[in-house]
């Protein structure tokens, strides 16, 4: 129950509300280790409770342990039963996120949009910094990602079709003990790597083209995320170019890694290398996201984010060149950021 | 163009919206033909426009047919541009989902809330009754559910893993051309099967065991949805009888189908078969749920359900029973709505 308290902690500084009302399906997971319900009442003192449908009711009780589990029967209105439970407290009601018509469903169960506030950013903060549990949840995941990139690795050659590569990685993080993907895998090939979520063309491999590989693992709800970009048969001068900058952009950008470090840092000294070698224009996406419960979440790798780095946060570092009607490369690696800078935590081998 | 066609047709009879303002990802696939689009502006009359971001914007280009493709740039504001490119039309805008915080930015970029009205159903219903295309997607991605459940069966046995499972039958949707998991697996046994969500437990099958299976294939962004539930070894009379209502139950069910019949009638029929067995209390969700771009979308088959059946419609048809602390069964197929009844789109074995 460390989360909830650390969330509780956070509430009792901003002093405005009685109850934070969680629905966000990852936020949910978070704090009771549970996939499948609908929301979460953590008031700021006192037991929380579970929402669950009659579905997924029988699974709660048997797996989660120290929350108040309140089924939620067919017809009943949720938002209602929400508002009952709160009790008639005063204070406002901290919200982390809410699709409009749930939104005014709540408002108008709660007795109006003022006793609402969207706060999501507490939990954000949270859940930026990981633990040393969830670190070797991610560490596992990216191990696994590893065993996948190496099958791709293997399986790569000329005359492959694209989704063959994704078969046979997916497989072989299935027997490293994945729990299913991180998210849809990537596999794209020739000119189709110019584009950076290039979605099954099922292009037949051809000789010289660029095979860029996106993969993750999850290993108990968390992911991992890797890229690697190879070349089927002989590369050639400019692809090896193209390969060795991003390579660099990736290194300099992790070595500067260190908490303390503003996150549009790492952006720019990634992005400095690319455009230093006349490739500027053809990075077209931010250096990375953090990966945790979600494959994107915070901190934010972008030359506009706000976030500052600390010792916990996981991030990939994934800078990226796409040559329209050429192919592109990305490299990217999942990273802890630990006390004394970075450790890379995919990227057992490399390209 | 058709879908935009529709849905402009839909706008007209409302009479009172100058645009629709799409951003939900399935809804902007279905109109775009495109994933990773960050909106959509369908107007009244004219050309509609996708809003993509530098990341897949060259892909958009090359992939999009029949749309005029807007970039928007880094730290460019989605909801001003939208505004901006929408002009100082007078009539409202329909919204078909947002969160509570891109809502209120786009209710300030286009000058007060009174602007927008959510129209989700508009689209709901267009989406629900699929075309000609859409069902040969669906069959296809059916066929591919069926590869898989039958190497589930084969691999099943006492001694074996459940991930080992989902394992074999993944990498048999793969080679059988799947794009990847329409969800994530499941394989349950022995008491989990009274789970009917349960994750990863990973427990090794026993003698005597209900393992349950449910999975589904992606193709082309279109999924299928399929459920068996097998026993390792010689099955019990109980767990007999319980697989023969729930049998039962869907097959009554499904003869029931037909354009015209109420949604709710469907899942009583199932119901009245499993309450009449003397299981009712054990059938703890609803009968079953439209598929198509999304696993869960219109219409519901529940005993609220307000949806009646048309010809077009692909639907599950999913009874079960879970009796804590025993296990369960679930037979679950992907059904298409005929003119004459009903199709079985999954379910080329039986158990």
Known sequence: MTKINNLKQAMQKEDKYQSFLVFNSANLTYFSGFQGSMALRIPLEGESTLFVSAVNFEQAKAEVKGLNIQLVKRGENLMETIANQAGALGAKFAVDSLGIESWRALAKAVGGEEKLEVASNLIRELRKVKDQQEIQLIRQACKIADAGMQKAKETIRVGVREKEVAAEAEYAMRKAGSDGVAFDTIVASGFCCAFPHSTFQDRTVKEGDF?????????????????????????????????????????????????????????????????????????????????????????????????????????????????????????????????????????????
Chains 1, 2 share one sequence.
Not at 220 to 226: E, G, K, P, T
Not at 312 to 326: A, H, M
Request: proline share 3%; aromatic share 8%; no cysteine.
């Open 211 to 351: 095979v860029m590989v996106d993969l993750g693992a999850t290993h108990r709800f968390y992911r991992s995320d890797i890229t690697r970009t190879f070349v089927a048969g002989k590369g050639s001068e400019k692809q090896k170019r193209i390969h060795e900058v991003v390579k660099l952009a990736q290194k300099k950008a992790i070595e500067h890694i260190k908490p303390g470090v503003a996150a549009k840092e790492v952006d720019m000294t990634a992005r400095r290398v690319i455009e230093e070698a006349g490739f500027g224009d053809f990075f077209v996406h931010n250096l990375g996201h953090g990966v945790g419960l979600e494959v994107h979440e915070a901190p934010i790798l972008s030359t506009d984010s706000k976030d500052v780095l600390e010792a916990g946060n996981v991030v990939t570092v994934e800078p990226g060149i796409y040559l329209p009607g050429f192919g592109g490369v990305r490299i990217e690696d999942t990273v802890l950021v630990t006390e004394g800078g970075a450790e890379r935590l995919t990227g057992a081998f490399a390209f």
